[in-house]
């Protein structure tokens, strides 16, 4: 018992230095992005904030009995991937009374990585015939990587039905919650069409 106190004092110190942001209006479907939540699978993107995936287990309108979580491993620097993974304890703690998250890996500042992991995550959940919401709530290049493969479906369905529901919380982003810089990251992405000229 006193061991798992320090464990949840050490916890919300770790929380309580990384509030980056408050709630916002609670987790939203973004259009053109909608659908049916009933019978969907969630990729749920892990940040520093445990609050934001707290807000999605509470949701009443989301099963996160299916859900997986993708964790920004490696982290920026190292040691980061730690204060993700400790932020969100309580979070898994409370998923582990009534479901099994499934967890997936990709560099904190690779969304070319992440795109490959949002597809095969996608791909499985239309094969079994359900639709994806995709919670893009962890860092900037994930977040890239969610709304690069939103376009590229989009225009790679030839039915369009609404098997990609995309999420976002409208956290209310603090001031002076970061500063700074360093490395500075290039990508290129490909944009897939549909359409011929």
């Known amino acids: 018992m006193q061991d798992d106190l320090l464990v949840l004092v050490s916890l919300r110190k770790l929380n309580t230095i990384y509030e980056l942001s408050d709630d916002g209006l609670g987790v939203q479907q ?20 445990g609050h934001r995936l707290g807000a999605l287990i509470n949701s ?12 920004g491993i490696p982290g920026y620097q190292v040691g980061w991937d730690n ?6 304890f309580m979070q898994f703690k409370e998923l582990n009374t ?7 890996f990709s560099g904190a500042n690779d969304p070319l990585k992440t795109y490959t992991i949002i597809k095969g995550v996608y791909d499985a959940a239309k094969y079994e015939n359900y639709s994806l919401s995709v919670a893009a709530f ?21 039915d369009k039905s609404k098997d990609l529901i995309m999420l976002y919380d ?9 500063y700074g810089t360093s490395i500075m990251h290039i990508w290129s992405f490909s944009y897939f069409s549909n359409k011929t000229a």
């Open 30 to 49: 973004l259009p053109p992005f909608v659908g049916s939540s009933r019978n969907s699978r969630i990729l749920f993107f892990l940040g520093w904030e």
């Open 60 to 71: 009443d309108e989301f099963n996160v009995k299916n859900m997986t979580c993708l964790a």
């Open 83 to 88: 204060i993700t993974l400790s932020c969100n």
């Open 98 to 104: 009534f479901a099994s998250p499934r967890f997936k």
């Open 138 to 158: 962890g860092t900037k290049p994930s977040a890239i990587a969610a709304a690069q493969f939103a376009v590229n479906i989009t225009e790679i369905q030839e």
């Open 170 to 178: 409208f956290a209310k982003i603090k001031i002076d919650r970061s």
